[in-house]
Nanobody, 124 residues
Framework: QVQLVESGGGLAQAGGSLRLSCEAS????????MGWFRQAPGQGREFVAL????????RYADSVKGRCTISRNNAKNTVSLQMNNLKPEDTAVYYC?????????????????WGQGTQVTVSS
C-alpha cells in the first residue's frame, strides 16, 4: 500500500502559479503510475495529469495542457504539478493518486491509492 501526502495548495490570483507536490512512501514504484485529479464542489473527480514512474510518460487533460507540467523526482519519491496561468475554473481540491499496475489510465476508478487532497483557489 502506497501512502500519499500532498502539499502546496493555496490561494492564487488568475494568471498566477502554484506548485503542488505529492510524497509517496511504502510499496514499490517500478510499475507505478502517478496521477493528479481534481474535484470542484458539486462535480465529479476529473483527471488533470499523470506520469509513469519508470518511463516518465506524461498525459494531460485538454483543460490544463500547456499550462501545467507534471514531473517526478525518483530519488525523493515525489511527484509535482506546476500550474501556471491559473484560471478561476481551476479552483478545486486536488488529489494525488497512485496506480500500482502498468497503464497510463485517466480514469479515477483505476487508481487504488489516494492522498487527502489539497485545496486550490483561484480568484479572478
Amino acid at each position: 500500500q502506497v501512502q500519499l501526502v500532498e502539499s502546496g495548495g493555496g490561494l492564487a490570483q488568475a494568471g498566477g502559479s502554484l506548485r503542488l507536490s505529492c510524497e509517496a512512501s511504502g510499496g514499490t514504484f517500478s510499475s507505478l503510475t502517478m496521477g493528479w485529479f481534481r474535484q470542484a464542489p458539486g462535480q465529479g473527480r476529473e483527471f488533470v495529469a499523470l506520469i509513469t514512474w519508470s518511463t516518465g510518460l506524461t498525459r494531460y487533460a485538454d483543460s490544463v495542457k500547456g499550462r501545467c507540467t507534471i514531473s517526478r523526482n525518483n530519488a525523493k519519491n515525489t511527484v509535482s504539478l506546476q500550474m501556471n496561468n491559473l484560471k478561476p475554473e481551476d479552483t478545486a481540491v486536488y488529489y494525488c493518486a497512485a496506480r500500482m499496475w502498468a497503464g497510463a489510465t485517466i480514469s479515477p476508478g483505476d487508481y487504488n491509492n489516494w492522498g487527502q487532497g489539497t485545496q486550490v483557489t483561484v480568484s479572478s
